[in-house]
């Protein structure tokens, strides 16, 4: 029996994880947390090419609809950080969570699933 509920926990996580999807749900504290995607899924990425060093992705929180300008870069470059930076861009989260100035949270995970999946490189944070 508890190695079925271990199953199905590890199933959860994963589900909770790598989706794109809104979630509401308890802890054991009974904490309600909110995570969510922009409205209307993962934002359309842009045609790729091979070479590209960097992406430049518009989140908008589902909440108060405020524009989020974050990029993912796939080269060690500092000076991408530096130029994008100064464009009004922030790096891509390091925990895969963006946190809008009204509070709400949007896990970003699935967004870097995808864009990983479609480039088929893993960028850095």
Same mark, same amino acid.
């Given at each position: 029996?508890?190695? $079925? $509920?271990?199953?199905?926990? %590890?199933? $959860? +996580?994963?589900?909770?994880?790598?989706?794109?999807?809104?979630? =509401?749900?308890? %802890?054991?504290?009974?904490? =309600? $947390? +909110?995570?969510?995607? /922009?409205?209307?899924?993962? /934002?359309?990425? /842009?045609?790729? /090419?091979?070479?590209? +060093?960097?992406?430049?992705?518009?989140?908008?929180?589902?909440?108060?609809?405020?524009?989020?300008? =974050?990029?993912?870069?796939?080269?060690?470059?500092?000076?991408?950080?530096?130029?994008?930076?100064?464009?009004?861009?922030?790096?891509?989260?390091? %925990?895969? &969570?963006?946190?809008? &100035?009204?509070?709400?949270?949007?896990?970003?995970?699935?967004? +870097?699933? #995808? =864009? #990983?999946?479609? %480039?088929?490189?893993?960028?850095?944070?």
């Amino acid at each position: 029996m508890a190695k $079925i $509920i271990y199953k199905l926990q %590890t199933v $959860i +996580r994963l589900l909770f994880l790598n989706t794109t999807t809104y979630k =509401i749900f308890a %802890t054991d504290s009974e904490k =309600i $947390i +909110r995570q969510a995607v /922009p409205a209307g899924g993962v /934002p359309k990425l /842009p045609p790729l /090419p091979s070479n590209a +060093r960097s992406l430049n992705i518009d989140v908008k929180c589902p909440k108060c609809g405020e524009k989020h300008k =974050i990029y993912a870069k796939f080269d060690a470059d500092p000076l991408i950080d530096r130029q994008l930076q100064e464009s009004g861009s922030q790096p891509f989260p390091k %925990t895969n &969570k963006l946190i809008c &100035k009204c509070g709400f949270e949007m896990n970003l995970s699935g967004l +870097r699933n #995808e =864009i #990983e999946a479609k %480039t088929k490189k893993k960028f850095i944070v």
